[in-house]
């Protein structure tokens, strides 16, 4: 309760200004008497733990400008950190009503009072105050309401937002998260229409591709897997583990294998281990084992991997005849050892899976978790 009490430094700057500039000392009596009073009756339902009228009667006492907000935000701040939601809730709020409040004063403060409402689990009253926000053009409002949005599984409303209020969503994680709340909606609604607005976003986000390359594969449409698949290969190589074997039988499925093979060889040079050991199966098909090896042993001496190091054993095998017994058993200990590593990875915090999560449990990023890189990695 004590922290309250610097509440009493506003008053007193407000009543050495009020007794400067008002020389008429009957004037500066009765203000003087006034702001006693007032603070006497605060003071004393803060000794008695009776916090709320407490505060009513302090922000009667203070004039609410630019110099004295300041004080109460920092107080509800300070109750937030405690977890004292609940009294920080009641600063706000009271600030709220003020009708000299300052527009940006105002917008602060109901921007603070929202946050508070997420932490308080009072989702409601947060998107009411947020609505408000974006409706008065405030950018910084736009994270907290796609944050609570994607709490809520509210996809449509954030959708709607968005269309809305273009104007306001421009920053990189933004335009992801409505491209995925577009990819979440398609899929709740079986709609694959909602998946391909998401391609209007200024953003080329990664999910729309891949679900509609997912979606087109069930339906046994080949061409259009490869169409969508590719597309994100291409410009997304390090996406490529995530359907890889996929699109390698659409690609055989069409008769036209030799075409994902021309795909590997193009992303060669860009892709990590798996691509190489594409390329290492396509030369064994042809009968160049020599050669496979060759290959995956400088790469490896280049871009080490552990996982490329389990398939050059396999290849070796084949070669050694009387070590393939060693060699193979060699290499169920290594994919043993494999199989305990996390397959993903979350590239803005480091949160590391099994499964893939187009939001990261962490730091609630949208498609920040990828395959996995590096040793371990792909």
């Known amino acids: 309760m004590l922290e309250l009490l610097f509440l009493l430094l506003p008053v007193a700057a407000a009543y050495g200004y009020i007794m400067g500039k008002n020389s008429a000392k009957n004037q500066a009596h009765e203000q003087n008497r006034i702001i006693t009073s007032e603070y006497s ?191 994100l290969a291409t410009h997304h190589p390090a996406t490529l583990p995530l359907f890889i074997t996929e699109l390698q039988n659409a690609y055989v499925s069409l008769n036209i294998e030799e075409q994902f093979e021309a795909l590997i060889a193009e992303l060669l040079c860009r892709g990590g281990v798996l691509i190489r050991i594409k390329h290492c199966e396509a030369l064994l098909k042809k009968g160049e084992v020599d050669q496979a090896i060759e290959f995956l042993t400088d790469s490896l001496k280049r871009e080490p991997s552990i996982r490329g190091f389990s398939f050059l054993l396999q290849l070796i095998s084949k070669k050694q005849g009387d070590m393939a017994d060693v060699l193979l058993q060699v290499d169920r200990l290594v994919r043993s050892y494999i199989a305990t590593k996390h397959e993903y990875q979350c590239q803005h915090c480091g949160f590391s899976s099994h499964t893939l999560y187009w939001l990261c449990p962490s730091c609630k990023h949208w498609e920040t978790i990828l395959p996995s890189k590096g040793l371990d990695g792909y």
């Open 41 to 231: 009756k605060g003071l004393k339902y803060l000794l008695d733990r009776e916090e709320d009228q407490g505060l009513e009667h302090l922000i009667k006492l203070l004039e609410v400008s630019a110099d004295t907000v300041e004080h109460y935000l920092t107080l509800a701040s300070l109750f937030r950190k405690r977890g004292e939601l609940d009294r920080a809730i009641k600063i706000h709020e009271l600030l709220l009503k003020q009708p000299n409040l300052d527009p940006n004063d105002l917008a602060v403060n109901r921007l603070e009072l929202a946050h508070d409402y997420i932490l308080a689990g009072i989702f409601d009253s947060a998107e009411e105050h947020l609505v408000v926000l974006i409706k008065s053009g405030h950018k910084d409002a736009i994270d907290p309401i796609l944050s609570l949005y994607s709490q809520m599984r509210e996809w449509q409303k954030g959708i709607n937002m968005y269309e809305a209020h273009r104007n306001l969503v421009d920053k990189k994680q933004q335009l992801a998260t409505i491209a995925n709340f577009y990819c979440e909606a398609g899929i709740e609604q079986q709609n694959s229409d909602l998946i391909e607005r998401a391609f209007r976003i200024k953003h080329k986000a990664l999910r729309p591709l891949y679900e509609l390359g997912k979606l087109a594969s069930q339906q046994q449409d080949h061409v259009k897997a490869i169409y969508y698949w590719r597309e």
